[in-house]
């Protein structure tokens, strides 16, 4: 028997409430085991509550309401079990009710709230999150915190086909775990509930149109009424009835205040919410749902069940479950459109009754269950088998390193290779768009880092941990508690169990907080990839001695290291002669084809005689200040140029007011970062990148691809990307060096026209680099 959990945030009537009540209804307790969670049903004006339509067979936990019981005893417990954060965001009786469970599959139903608790929470070998709107369309819809929680969701669920292709298309990561179930609906109970009295009855055999939707943006009442104004106009009689939740006090105060001043007071009737819509919408003679987007309205399928004939706006769920002027009348979403459609369709009564004709005994619940039964019986969890592990810090932070391997691991994908990425961080909406079909991993894979956020008491108790685990968590807190604890030292090591698990890693910084858990990991192939000159970096400063200190022999704990250029593993060898057999060379790939794509200009260019570009990180080893000081003298001395520096960094302010206090801002410019630096880099005279150290800058290929001389000092592996007087000019890492080869291309201004003819013919060689890369990982 599956053990299933479904968690919402409320259980007041709307359509997303009313499906999962009607699939909790239908579903075989022979072979299921169920449990709903309701987060937050706290009080809320004029809604109704499906908490007493639920089967008998769910086990239901009402969390607000267990809450009101809670005594003081439960509180201190609930201080001993759960962290601030925990209880800050829900209720401790959710918490209580899910301790110590491990569920098969784990639903959070609905986009309109955070699924952090199924997420972070809920144990369970698959979770779904339950989709019920069109995300593209959804205006409400927070993307970003939403897909922050992503990769702890197996399946994202969606009520229609349209709306999982259109969400799919505004998401593409998405594709790979989106499947669709329709809104499944109770016939035989709303068939019943028809059959009732209700409180309102139609006079002078009027024409009845029923709207039944909560008073929201989406649902757009406003236009209703445009469309009803019209309607008068041209002599139309009916009676427009909406039922639905009026807790948007301020829109529903706007729709009757324009509902009163067009004099439809008694025609545009707003009943509000009503426990048994259903006994309206058979007295109905049409039944309207006109809303701005939907993903699979549940009041269309209720009127198909009870036979009434439906217009409705072509959303993405609509078109779906309508076919035009057979089951039903679909129409754009102008006021006239609607007007000429609702006319057509109140003043031919042989159309009404045909529509009713061909929706007689509509029931698709059999098909429903089917799709859900088959989602249970063979869905698989998304932790598949990895090929390859690449370790990144920080994956938000797209410096050159960072570009570089997005750009081998959408190769590696495109071969068919299974790649995850480990990170601290978690992947903002741009790289999960970047690295489609890419795994991420965090902080909520790594069960130590688990252990140590938890309460102890929490851990002490906890049947999921080991006994060794649980007296872990004791010195983590003995230690803290004598200010001896170090995350570093105590917590951060035990990852090697997590990446052990894998055949090959890749970790892409020479200084990542992660080497020394890869180095001690069981993985068959680990890789080192250096995008430094090395030699130079490691003794900049106190931090990167302290950090390589033992990399001589943590190193020989890996399979390969991979270094730019010949000559930066000149003096790697150098520095450690018994390394020598596990470096390879190999540089970065370029995207080519996108730089020139992206270089293309918007606008006719307007340059002063010299204009120079810098794209890179603003920080320390990029030598800003020794810059402005050059460019000031440069100034003084008369020379005209202009610099445009593009990138963020931490020393973005410093530099910008070095830039102010030096009297040029009206020569050198500060972009911040861009997305798209490619037209300014291809519109300048010439690329310049004067730093202290570099390994393999991809921004320098990424100007001789477009066709601009590189200034460029003779630091790393950059020897090998300039052929001096060829594509650019190599300088001496010296301020007095710097200062005349600047001064040497300003008063030799037509030299940068003969490099760029010179460049005309460069081509950069990415399938030699692919074809290093696959020896590398041994492909």
């Known amino acids: 028997m599956k053990k299933l959990l479904f968690v919402i945030n409320q259980l007041y009537k709307g359509g997303a409430e009313t499906s999962l009540v009607n699939l909790l209804n239908h579903l075989d307790y022979s072979k299921y085991s169920v449990e709903l969670l309701i987060l937050n049903q706290c009080p809320v004006k004029d809604a109704v509550s499906l908490i007493n339509r639920i089967n008998k067979s769910v086990t239901v936990c009402d969390a607000y309401m267990e809450y009101q019981k809670i005594t003081i005893f439960d509180r201190i417990r609930a201080k001993a079990l759960y962290t601030i954060e925990q209880k800050g965001a829900y209720y ?11 569920y ?10 955070s699924p952090s608790f199924v997420a972070y929470e809920v144990e369970a070998n698959i979770k779904a999150a339950w989709m019920h709107n069109d995300l593209s369309e959804a205006e409400y819809f927070d993307a970003e915190h939403y897909f922050y929680f992503a990769d702890m969701f197996d399946y994202f669920i969606f009520v229609s086909k349209h709306s999982l292709d259109s969400s799919v298309a505004a998401f593409p990561f998405l594709k790979k775990k989106a499947v669709t179930i329709y809104n499944i609906n109770d016939i035989d109970y709303i068939r019943k509930r028809a059959e009732e009295q209700s409180d309102y009855k139609i006079e002078n055999n009027k024409l009845m149109v029923l709207t039944c939707a909560n008073f929201r943006p989406q649902k757009n009442h406003l236009r209703q009424i445009e469309v009803m104004v019209e309607l008068k106009k041209r002599g139309v009689e009916f009676v427009w009835v909406n039922i639905g939740a009026t807790s948007d006090e301020g829109l529903v105060s706007r729709v009757k205040e324009i509902r009163d001043e067009n004099q439809l007071t008694d025609q545009f009737l707003i009943f509000g919410p009503k426990e048994n819509p259903y006994s309206y919408m058979k007295q109905a003679d049409i039944v309207a749902v006109l809303s701005d987007y939907e993903s699979w309205s549940m009041v269309i399928t209720e009127a198909k069940i009870l036979g009434k004939p439906i217009i409705a706006t072509k959303t993405s769920g609509a078109v779906e479950q309508i076919e035009d002027k057979r089951t039903g009348i679909l129409t754009d979403f102008s006021v006239s459109d609607i007007t000429d459609c609702l006319e057509a369709l109140l003043n031919n009564e042989k159309v009404r009754e045909q529509i009713k004709n061909n929706i007689n005994g509509f029931d698709n619940t059999k098909e429903i269950i089917d799709s859900f039964d088959e989602l249970i019986c063979e869905g698989v969890s998304s932790k598949e088998n990895v090929d390859i592990l690449y370790v990144i810090d920080d994956i938000n932070y797209m410096g050159g390193a960072h570009i570089a391997t997005e750009l081998q691991i959408r190769e590696f994908v495109k071969i068919g290779k299974k790649v995850a990425i480990y990170s601290s961080n978690v992947p903002n909406l741009e790289i999960r768009e970047k690295l489609l079909g890419v795994n991420f991993l965090g902080l909520k894979n790594f069960k130590e880092n ?10 002490l108790f906890s049947p999921k941990l080991t006994k060794e685990e649980r007296m872990r968590k004791l010195r983590y807190t003995v230690s803290s508690y004598l200010k001896k604890f170090n995350y570093n030292e105590m917590v951060l090591p035990k990852i090697t169990i997590l990446f052990s698990k894998y055949p090959t890693i890749c970790v892409i910084s020479e200084a990542s907080l992660y080497r020394k858990a890869i180095a001690e990991s069981n993985c068959e192939i680990k890789i080192q990839w250096i995008h430094t000159d090395y030699c130079e970096w490691k ?21 390969t290291i991979v270094v730019l250029t010949d000559n ?6 150098k520095l450690y002669p018994h390394l020598e057999s596990k470096i390879i060379v190999n540089k970065n790939l370029i995207p080519v084809d996108e730089i020139k794509e992206k270089s293309k200009p918007l606008s006719p260019k307007n340059r002063k005689p010299v204009h120079f570009v810098t794209i890179g990180r603003i920080s320390f080893e990029k030598s800003y200040p020794r810059l402005i000081k050059i460019l000031s003298r440069l100034k003084g001395e008369g020379y005209l140029f202009t610099w445009t520096i593009v990138g963020g960094g931490e020393d973005f302010e410093r530099v910008k007011l070095l830039i102010s206090t030096s009297g040029l801002q009206d020569e050198v410019t500060m972009t911040g970062p861009l997305s798209n630096p490619f037209r300014i880099l291809k519109e300048s005279d010439v690329f310049a990148l004067l730093s202290d150290y570099e390994g393999l800058p991809n921004t320098i290929y990424e100007a001789l691809v477009l066709g601009v001389p590189v200034l460029a000092t003779n630091v790393g592996g950059i020897s090998t990307q300039i052929t001096d007087g060829e594509n650019g000019w190599l300088v001496e890492n010296n301020e007095r060096k710097i200062e005349s080869m600047l001064e040497t291309i300003l008063m030799n201004q037509e030299r940068i026209d003969a490099l760029k003819e010179n460049l005309k013919s460069y081509i950069y060689d990415n399938d030699k680099v692919i074809e290093i890369n696959k020896k590398i990982f041994h492909i």
Request: aromatic share 22%; charged share 30%; glycine share 2%.
């Open 450 to 459: 688990t252990i140590f956020t938890s309460r102890l008491t929490y851990c």
């Open 104 to 113: 098969d599959w784990a639903f959070f139903v609905g986009e309109w709230c």
């Open 539 to 559: 003794d900049k400063n106190d931090w990167t001695k302290k950090i390589t200190l033992n990399d001589a022999k943590l190193y020989q704990k890996f399979t």
């Open 568 to 573: 930066i593993k000149a003096k790697f060898v």
């Open 92 to 102: 401790f009786t959710a918490l209580d009710f899910i301790k110590d469970k491990y």
